[in-house]
């Protein structure tokens, strides 16, 4: 943290080759700059204005802040730096929806989209580099895992789409690249960034953090951040999830479903949205529909189906919009709210599970294989 950062020397005159300490400054929440403003003996309040500067006018340049005093600013010159995310390409859709890819320091790229609708807009935002969970029908797990963003990085998504933009997205969900639940403090850090009222003053349940069912990580985000959890379910039993949702084999429903339970603190106005992605044949028949209304029984909840989005040798296909209809019918009539998602940014590939940038060392390039995926298909 910053006040532990606070030590280290100048770094201005250093050779190219020594590693950069200055102190990052879009690594630190409030707290942090407050901390890093008072191990100076400046008075914390120093330190929000900073953060106020940055975050909520998007401000940069340190001569502009004017409200700083002068050896404030020559401390910072020469001992933090800003790494904010340079646009590597920017793609806008006919509907309305823009796909950034964003280039980091080392020469890894992350993909942010920004969704408006009528009444809201929304940005996904990613969490990492790639992802390790393999979840069978998501573009990004092709890629393998590259690495964890930092806090920065993150945030750095929300920046420069709040300054590309000229205001704030009113809505952030964590469902870009990534687990966010696999990369927790970064993610908690930055999730509190976007809720500060002296930046992005996002309402909590106004950020997502969507999840795979990292059980243990959902009793601990439950302990430090109130933020709406969504649940990427996919299947309505372990059979059918261990198969398209790997990570079920370790964390099985009967984890699963308590965990996000005791999530919501039995707070009225609280639910779960579980993410159901319709794949043909597989997870969309009347009885898994039936199977699902009985594993959310007693769980506030709402169901988001999502028409799976196809790439390339991806060995599914989307259910007929017919089917999802028949389905959500299935679990309204039984009392659960169910929407279907609409798709958005077709045409960019800004899609959900279609955010795939060239994203280099990868773990494992699957050289295009179509993967058997061998499911009882048979429901
Ligand atoms: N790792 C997190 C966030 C990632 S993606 C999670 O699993 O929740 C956000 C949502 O998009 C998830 O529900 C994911 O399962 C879904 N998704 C992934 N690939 C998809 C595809 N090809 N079509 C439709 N939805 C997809």
Known sequence: ?????????????????????????????????????????????????????????????????SDL?????????????????????????????????????????????????????????????????????????RQGFSRNLSTGEIIGQVWHATRALGKP????????MGEPLANFDAVVKAMAIMQDDFAYMLAKSRVTLS?????????????????????SLHAPDNALRDQIVPINRKYPL??????????????PRRRITWEYVMLKDVNDSDRQAKALIRLLEGTPSKVNLIPFNPFPN???ETSDPERIETFRQRLKRSGLVATTRKTRGEEIAAACGQLVGQVQNRRLPRAGAQRPVSIGLSM
């Open 314 to 316: 991806s060995g599914f």
């Open 169 to 176: 997205p009113t809505n952030i969900v964590m469902m870009g």
């Open 69 to 141: 005093s002068k050896a404030l600013r020559e401390r910072l010159a020469t001992e933090t730096r800003i790494d904010l995310p340079r646009v590597a390409v920017e793609k806008p859709s006919a509907d309305g929806t823009i796909k950034w890819l964003l280039d980091l320091h080392d020469g890894q790229r992350v993909e942010t989209v920004y969704i408006p609708e009528e009444s809201r807009s929304t940005l996904c935002v990613s969490s990492q580099v790639g992802c390790a969970l393999d979840c069978r029908f998501c573009a990004t797990a």
């Open 254 to 267: 009967e984890q699963l479903i308590p965990a996000c339970k005791a999530y919501l603190r039995g707070e």
């Open 211 to 231: 999840t795979s069912g990292i059980v243990p990580n959902i009793y601990r985000l439950a302990e430090v951040s109130e933020v709406s959890l969504a649940v």
């Open 1 to 65: 943290m910053a006040s532990a950062s606070v030590r280290a020397e100048p770094m201005q005159t250093a050779p190219r080759t020594s590693p950069d300490l200055r102190i990052p400054l879009l690594d630190l929440d409030r707290p942090g700059f407050e901390a890093l403003a008072a191990g100076w003996g400046f008075k914390p309040f120093h330190g929000r204005n900073l953060f106020r500067w940055l975050h909520k006018h998007g401000v940069s340049e340190l001569d502009a802040m």
